[in-house]
Structure formats: C-alpha cells, structure tokens
C-alpha cells in the first residue's frame, strides 16, 4: 500500500469533516441538529469505504482524484460559483435551524437522504464504467468513447448522480432556502456541460457520433 498516498487521502478526507462541520454547526449554534448528523454521515461514511475500495484496486485513480486542479479559467470560474454556492447553502441551513424560519418535516429528511445516497450509488457505477472518469476537463492518452451501460441512456451519467447528491443534501439538512440557493447548481453544471463537450468533440475521436447516437445530456427524454 502506498503511505503517502494513504496519508493524502487521510488528510483531505479529515479536511472534508472538519469543514462541512464547521460550516454546518457553527451557524446552527448546536451540535443537537440532527440533520447535520444525518448529512455528516450518508456524506463521510460512504466516501470513506469508497476511499478504501479504490486505494486497493484503483490507486492511480484515487491519486489522479485527489490532484486533479483545472486548468482552464472558464472551468476554475465554475469551480469557484459551486464552491460559493456550497458554503451559503450549509451556513443559511444551519441559521435556519437555529431560528426555525422554515422547519421541514421530518420524512422529507430521510426521502432526501435515501436519493442522496442512491446518487451516491450511481456516482459508483459511473467511476466502474468509465475508467477515463476525470475531476477535470481533458482529452486523455488513449482515451476512447464509453456508450454503453448508463452512457448508453445520457451523455453525462456522473452529473446525473451529481444532481442527485447536490440538491438532496439542503433537503437532509431540512432546508428549504438552502434547496432554493443549489437549484443554481443547473445553470452552473449547464455550463460545464457545453464547455465539456466541445473539447470532447474536437479532441476525442468518435464522440460527434456519440453525441448524435445519445441525445440526452442528464435525464432521459427531459435535459
């Protein structure tokens, strides 16, 4: 097993609690929300297994995961508006619990909580079928078209199960305000999408064809 590795990922790993704690608790001005436990580990626990799982089979697929930074100023821009976006909707969550502006009940948190972790299932499923699977936007050595299982019905599987992920995680911490602010999460991962696909297009040899073969980006018949 190779320690630094192991040790970067420990690190971003513990990183990753400490800050989604931080961002969630802080503002609620408790450690009795609930829901920010619930979020804390259908996020983490997963995450970590899944951490394990690819140290062992996949460990240049982890490294490449874990160093991966954009390279263009379009997709640094996206990254910084998600980023932005992530730390409103935690904060004004967690100021919604602790002032009650909006309470949502109890069995839309764990509706919430078993969509995210279905996302979180599909997220899997996307890494187990496209090995080519990057954080950035690239053309890789040798890289070719994946189009069959879940590339067979959309064009972007892993953003599907993004959308899963992301909208589901203000409804688990049982704000609806904090929905509202990650519904902006569609015009950003719109916009990646085109980005994506028009260096796929001029880079990588067949996915015109796919692109005509697939005609759904995200959700089948819809988008």
């Keep these: ?3 630094t590795l192991l040790t970067q990922a420990l690190i971003k790993f513990l990183a990753g609690i400490l800050l ?3 961002l969630v608790f ?8 609930w829901q920010g436990w619930l979020l804390m580990g259908v996020l983490f626990v997963p995450m970590f297994f899944a951490g394990i799982v690819m140290l062992a089979k996949n460990p240049d697929l982890l490294r490449k995961r874990l160093n991966a930074k954009e390279k263009q100023a379009e997709q640094k821009t996206v990254v910084a508006l998600s980023g932005l976006m992530f730390i ?5 969550a967690g100021l919604n619990f602790r002032y009650g502006w909006m309470p949502m009940p109890p069995a839309l948190t764990w509706i919430a909580a078993a969509i995210f972790l279905a996302g979180y299932v599909m997220y899997a499923e996307v890494m187990r079928e496209n090995a ?3 954080r950035t936007i690239e053309v890789q050595e040798n890289q ?3 189009d069959t299982g879940l590339y067979g019905i959309v064009r972007h599987p892993m953003y599907s199960a993004t959308l899963l992920l992301f909208l589901s995680m203000p409804l688990i911490l049982g704000s609806i305000p904090s929905f509202i602010i990650t519904l902006t999460y569609i015009p950003i991962i719109q916009k990646r999408m085109t980005s ?3 260096i796929l297009a001029e880079g990588l040899e067949g996915y015109k064809e796919y692109m005509q073969k697939v005609r759904y980006r995200i959700i089948p018949l819809i988008w």
């Design 132 to 134: 080519y699977l990057s």
């Design 20 to 22: 989604i704690g931080l």
């Design 1 to 3: 097993m190779n320690r």
């Design 144 to 146: 070719k078209v994946v």
């Design 26 to 33: 802080l503002p609620a001005g408790s450690f009795a929300y």
């Design 88 to 92: 409103a909707a935690f904060v004004l």
């Design 196 to 198: 994506e696909e028009k």
